[in-house]
């Protein structure tokens, strides 16, 4: 298969399923994993692609944002391994603001402290935490078709309210320079207001964000503890981590080898 034609399955594949992982591509060109890994490299100095730990993502507008369904599909393994890893951090009696979305869902099935009371502008938040027997309240406000996060006036006159002992958010982007950012500034501004009502803030962020930048700017990247996984790009993890205080999962803990 000539070069062009392997960037062309590539691109393709991406296309189709915005993410892919090293070996899904080794397998649609038929190439060797370092035939893949620097044709990666070149399309990325291109821009026509992302590279991520194992893989590769599908570049994103600015103020594109995946639904709910896309998100489930995504990084799971890496989604639960953060959620175990943030359940850790809650205490018995805590008060917790639990963020709409599928990394800071997967939290609640990890939860051992008792008496925990949780709030959240989350849809998809709401059925887990009462299957788990969480005290649970819901602001108001408008719920978005595709995230399922509830935004607006209403959420926001509802979330101010409450107070924290910890929030955790989720985020769609990790950039040094420009922080942690989000397509939406609505859903932007719930995450900003629950981080500020909270004593402690944690962003839930696999690294494939790292580099990110979004529409919606919402918190510095020294404004919460970062709950991430590693990444192959080691000089901007080495940045972030001197910006952040940074909780990392490591590849051993994401496929059980620990």
Partial sequence: MLTFERYEKILNYLENNKVAKLAELVEVTDASESTIRRDLTILEGEKKLKRIHGGAS?????????????????????????????????????????????????????????????????????????????????????VKSGTHAFIGKGAVDSLQQFRFDKAFIGTNGVDIQFGYSTPDPEEAQIKQLAMKQASQ??????????????????????????????????????????????????????????
């Avoid at 192959?232 to 994401?254: G, P, Q």
Wanted: glycine share 6%; hydrophobic share 40%; charged share 25%.
């Fill in 201 to 258: 803030s944690f962003v839930l962020a696999d690294s494939s964000k790292f580099g990110d930048a979004t529409f919606a700017k919402f918190a510095s990247l020294e404004d919460a503890v970062l709950i991430t996984t590693e990444s192959d790009d080691h000089v901007y993890f080495e940045k972030v981590s001197k910006i952040a205080n940074v909780e990392v999962v490591s590849n051993d803990d994401l496929y059980g080898n620990s």
């Fill in 58 to 142: 599908l570049l994103k507008s600015k103020v594109a944002e995946p639904s709910m369904f896309e998100k489930q599909q995504q990084f799971t393994n890496e989604k639960k391994q953060m959620g175990e890893r943030a359940a850790q951090f809650i205490q018995d009696g805590d008060c917790l603001f639990i963020d709409a979305g599928t990394s800071t869902q997967a939290i609640i099935p990890f939860i051992q402290a008792k008496d925990v009371v949780i709030v959240t502008n989350g849809l998809n938040i709401i059925e887990d935490a009462i299957q788990h027997q969480f005290r649970t309240y819901v602001i108001g406000g408008y």
